[in-house]
């Protein structure tokens, strides 16, 4: 990822609507969330909604298909993971073990496999 990419994921995520809506994405996992759904589910307007949806997608940050008559958004979790390592490239002054722990137990305290995932 270069510099002008994550500076567009950061500025699209500076803002609580969009923020809340890709963290709702990345907690639905791969197949995503209808638009509906995530509206219902954030008590955005549909409009105000599609607004956010776009910017997040001009970003790179999200994805969407068409199902019959309705729409998904998912997070792009590549996109998500470039974004990452980007800011974490240079972590501790060129030994990267260090952060390692702390990024280890960050991501198992969010990613940890729930009952039906095991």
């Known amino acids: 990822m270069e510099t002008k990419e994550a500076v567009t994921a950061l500025a699209a995520l500076a803002q609580e609507t969009r923020l809340s809506v890709f963290r709702l994405l990345v907690q639905a996992g791969p197949e995503g969330m209808s638009v509906g759904s995530i509206g219902e589910k954030l ?3 549909p409009a105000t909604l599609s607004f956010h949806l776009k910017e997040l997608s001009h970003a790179g940050l999200v994805t969407s298909r068409q199902e019959s008559r309705f729409i998904y958004y998912m997070a792009d979790f590549a996109q998500m993971a470039a974004l990452m390592t980007f800011l974490t490239r240079n972590c501790c002054k060129g030994m990267p073990q260090e952060c390692l722990a702390v990024m280890e137990t ?3 305290g969010c ?3 729930t009952a039906s995932q095991t």
């Open 43 to 45: 008590g955005v307007a």
């Open 111 to 113: 990613c940890a496999p």
């Open 106 to 108: 960050a991501l198992a």
